[in-house]
């Protein structure tokens, strides 16, 4: 068996590549995190939820944002599927489910991911996954190039594109300075139903749990974002399939930056690395030259010492 | 000459890689798309050479009732494709039994592109003779057959067109002597022996009912009498099935069984069961009363009509599968249990209203195990034999209360005005008296709710819940303080408690007034 020079440098070089590549994805991927231990969040039990908008109105009395052309009491406005706006950081939505009597409805805000792919997406750090649970933004920092919008897996956050000068990505701030203060969410607060529980969020697991066990003709089986991205802050507990109130069900359980931090790792790697392999294959070129002219240079010389 | 190769290598790499990606696309779509017309009842998907092994082409589309119609206009009938033994007609194509491979698939060729080929030379519209006109990747057709049960409307149509002869369909089968013979009074359901597959000489359900059915009915129609449906769509549309006759009420299928029974442990011989195993007192049941419940007998019993301690003894036993005594009637998520099937009953609309925001427990009320478990136990005075047993049984549930009980209307309070919520709001009249008389209205005549709520003061339980029943009960402020007790997370504050209870249990009623905020309490005016 021969194995020509250039096959082995080959198998060198890759052998080299593969194990400086793999080991530092490892050594640069997330250690395990399963979000801050004492950190806050809300239930949304949708079985309770009536559409009657009070959570918007309280949402926009206590973030002091413009207040709609129609009022909160019109609930005609729930004929149409919203999305949250930087004008409105939670909507609330109504869905006709088959084979079950009357609407359901679900509030839809920020759920203030246990890793949150916004802030793993900006590159200036303007997202911060806060102790108490909250996901807040400084939009002192923002450069406006909304890649947190488009790392959303939920699509919340909202642009301001009519402010011309001062621009913000807007989202609900899970009211993180009223929780500072001791008070509850503006939504939680004010829910006349309390389908809106808010506490630790290992407890309010386990009340979803106790509910599930209690009840079990009437939930699904099922707590929405226990798991979902690696877990999130807002939790929701449901009487229909979440897939049918439009809840994304295909997004597994591992959370944004853990998908990424692998590829991106190799980043820094790569950007170093390329200038010493251009050098080398270039250093390589240029030997190759010196050779051929030594060895013609020496051709020549035996050449006309021959002939002489 | 390299560079070229280079490029050649490339486009190559590009080409395999745009047809294999497109290959897996387009395949994946076209077993969904284009599937053409409506639902039909008659697509019957030959596949029956699945017995001998993997299927080398694919499954066929066999349109039923195309075909039947095509012979008829040729004055043809069911003998051009179907064998007749014992005089009677076999469903199978050309065959009585699938015997091998090779002779089964001849039976299709010859049988399909023989007469599609005579058409064809006729210049008639004909099916293909092609292989792939026939064995297609693709559905072209989708089914909207749906499986006719025999309810007992339909059994008891039957029978009385049969004067009672019950041996026309019902048979036992001698092993040794390898025949059909009938014995009166062991009647069951046909699935007791008739399963979802043939084995052996035992036909399949499917093969069994088409040859017993078709047949009967063919030769009905031969002496012109008025009969049951012949055709696919005649038993198997849903539409159709919708339309068959539904006699009520429905006179009772007589079988000898008891009109009322004591449910109790296993008797003697069966199982490893004594009198001293059997600590809680017997069950008195009213059989008959039940049986008007349900469409057929399988749903308690199941495919045999046994008694249900000759397999499900108190411990357990091999022929029910180790199900014991206590889950076979107690096993919630089963439809077969007597709790089972008695909780489904609380997601009546009637029942749903309070019944919705009852917990499952862990542990259940001693009084509520009472109710069924009435009859004195074995320490007591017990029936010695078994006339004795049935006048006992018959006493017991005569002395039931099916009647809900209430307190006297002067206990009732009128109105009670909901001042709690007065901040936003005025203050609600809410119709106490009314809602109350609406629910026991609506339970009156539901033996089982009368039941169980003979009780003076169960009914009120629904919104009073979780303190002792009393003509006096505490306010609902007593217990539901402020929103958010962080200590009682399940507890709902004194606003959330209302909203939960009045709009939960009038969205579970189906009731849709009051609606919007004002309609119960008016906004208040500054």
């Given amino acids: ?308 | 000459m390299k560079k070229e190769r280079y490029l050649f290598r490339w486009a190559g790499i590009l080409t395999i890689s745009i047809i294999a990606l497109s290959g897996t696309g387009i395949y994946g779509l076209s077993k969904v798309l284009k599937v053409s017309s409506q639902p039909r009842a008659d697509v019957i998907k030959i596949d029956n050479m699945i017995a001998f092994g993997k299927l080398e082409k694919a499954p066929v589309e066999f349109l039923h009732e195309a075909h039947t119609e095509a012979l008829a206009k040729k004055n043809k009938d069911c003998a051009a494709c179907h064998l007749t033994q014992n005089k009677r007609m076999f469903p199978k194509f050309k065959r009585i039994a699938d015997t091998d491979r090779i002779e089964v698939m001849d039976i299709y060729h010859k049988g399909c592109i023989s007469c599609h080929g005579e058409m064809k030379v006729a210049k008639e519209k004909a099916g293909p003779v092609e292989c792939e006109g026939c064995h297609r990747e693709k559905i072209q057709h989708l089914t909207s057959r749906q499986p006719i049960g025999f309810d007992k409307s339909l059994h008891f149509r039957h029978s009385e067109a049969q004067e009672n002869k019950c041996e026309l369909c019902h048979h036992e089968y001698d092993e040794k002597a390898k025949k059909l013979f009938y014995v009166k009074g062991k009647e069951g359901t046909c699935r007791y022996c008739h399963k979802e597959k043939t084995k052996d000489n035992l036909m399949s359900m499917g093969l069994s009912s088409h040859i017993s059915c078709i047949d009967c009915h063919q030769k009905n129609i031969s002496k012109s009498l008025t009969t049951g449906p012949v055709t696919c769509s005649g038993c198997h549309d849903p539409a159709v099935q919708q339309k068959i006759k539904k006699i009520t009420p429905i006179p009772r299928m007589d079988r000898k069984q008891p009109d009322i029974v004591m449910l109790k442990n296993a008797p003697k011989g069966i199982g490893t069961d004594t009198e001293n195993t059997n600590k809680m007192a017997f069950v008195p049941f009213d059989h008959k009363a039940h049986e008007n419940y349900n469409d057929t007998c399988r749903v308690c019993h199941h495919e045999s009509l046994k008694q249900c301690n000759e397999c499900h003894a108190l411990a357990g036993m091999k022929e029910g599968n180790m199900v014991n005594l206590e889950k076979a009637m107690h096993q919630v998520d089963s439809t077969r249990s007597c709790q089972g099937c008695h909780e489904a009953k609380q997601n009546d609309k009637n029942c749903a209203g309070c019944h919705v925001f009852m917990g499952k427990e862990r542990v259940k009320e001693d009084t509520s195990c009472l109710k069924c478990h009435s009859a004195p136990g074995v320490e007591k005075k017990k029936a010695s034999n078994p006339d004795d047993e049935k006048t006992l049984v018959k006493t017991m549930l005569q002395s039931r209360n099916l009647v809900p009980g209430t307190y006297p209307e002067n206990n009732i309070p009128e109105k009670v005005v909901i001042k709690k919520l007065s901040k936003e709001y005025e203050a609600v009249d809410f119709p106490h008296r009314k809602v109350v008389n609406t629910l026991v209205k609506n339970i009156k005549d539901n033996k089982l709710a009368g039941y169980f709520h003979s009780q003076k003061g169960s009914i009120c339980k629904g919104c009073h819940h979780n303190s002792p029943v009393s003509t006096n009960p505490p306010h609902c402020g007593n217990c539901h303080g402020k929103p958010f007790d962080a200590k009682n997370p399940s507890k709902p504050g004194i606003i959330g408690a209302y909203h939960q209870q009045c709009m939960g249990c009038h969205k579970e009623m189906g009731i849709e007034k009051p609606a919007g905020c004002t309609e119960c309490h008016k906004k208040k005016k500054n």
């Fill in chain 1, 1 to 308: 068996m021969s194995i020509s020079r250039r096959k082995f440098l080959g198998w060198v070089s890759a052998a080299g590549i593969g194990s400086v590549v793999g080991k530092s994805a490892l050594a640069a991927g997330n250690k395990h995190f399963d979000g801050y231990q004492e950190s806050l969040g809300v239930l949304h039990d949708i079985s309770l939820c009536v559409g009657c908008r009070s959570c918007e109105a309280a949402c926009c009395k206590v973030n002091e944002l413009p207040v709609p052309d129609k009022p909160f009491t019109d609930t005609h406005v729930l004929d149409e599927e919203r999305r949250t706006t930087a004008k409105a950081y939670t909507v609330v939505n109504k869905y006709g489910v088959t084979g079950k009597i009357g609407p359901s409805f679900r509030k839809i805000q920020c759920n203030h991911c246990a890793e949150p792919a916004c802030s793993s997406a900006c590159f200036v750090k303007a997202f911060k996954k806060t102790k108490t649970g909250a996901v807040t933004y400084d939009a002192s920092v923002c450069v406006g190039c909304r890649y947190c919008m488009i790392a959303c897996p939920f699509e919340i956050p909202a642009y301001e594109y009519n402010e011309s000068f001062t621009p913000r990505v807007m989202k609900c701030t899970m009211c993180h300075p009223r929780i500072l203060k001791g008070q509850l969410p503006g939504c939680v607060e004010v829910c006349p139903m309390e389908a809106l529980t808010f506490g630790k969020r290992a407890d309010l697991l386990n009340i979803a749990r106790e509910r599930i066990r209690k009840y079990p003709r009437k939930y699904i089986d099922h707590i929405y974002g226990e798991t979902e991205m690696g877990g999130t802050s807002w939790l929701y507990l449901s009487n229909v399939p979440f897939s049918d109130i439009g809840m994304r069900e295909d997004l597994g359980v591992t959370p944004a930056p853990e998908l990424t931090s692998g590829a991106l790792s190799v980043v820094p790697l790569v950007a170093g690395l390329w200038p010493v392999f251009l050098m080398g294959i270039y250093a390589i070129s240029k030997r190759k030259e010196i050779i051929f002219k030594e060895e013609l240079d020496e051709a020549a010389h035996s050449r006309t010492k021959e002939d002489i």
